[in-house]
């Protein structure tokens, strides 16, 4: 705990604090009993409370579900293949709303995504249904013809 207190305070700040912690009666983090200096990292570095806890499980759990409905799209569409992700990474960073690496997006942020993904999904089925088509072969799984 002490290390951590020096690590987020300088010297002089750290000393402040103390004094103020402790009516000016000590100013060095050595001096401190156990029960000060608890108290006085609980002021600092605040455990969470049960409440906070559940809200960030509960980002974690949409952020991963918003994640699954673009990867879904994208394998769907052909742009993400199993074991291979540089073209689906490329692709984010050139081509999506924000230009940015999927895990980097926020939970407020992935509205145009999945839109897109989805208006990207309607497009390729339509072409997976015109035969001949490279969306035809993918979704067919058949190798694409020569050119020669």
Known sequence: MIQQLKLKFEGSALRAAIEMHTNYEKWDV???TSEEL???YQRFF???TATQ??????????LKELRSIVLKEASA????EPDE????NAFMLKNSPLKKPLNAYKLGEFDE???????MRAKYEKRAKVHGTKEWYHKNKL???SIN
């Open 30 to 32: 050595e001096d401190l």
């Open 38 to 40: 608890v108290d006085l």
């Open 46 to 48: 605040p455990r969470k």
């Open 53 to 62: 806890i559940a809200i960030e499980m509960q980002n974690k759990n949409q």
């Open 77 to 80: 569409i052909g742009l993400l």
């Open 85 to 88: 992700w540089a073209r689906f």
């Open 113 to 119: 995504l999945i839109k897109q993904f989805k208006s």
């Open 143 to 145: 190798p694409m013809p």
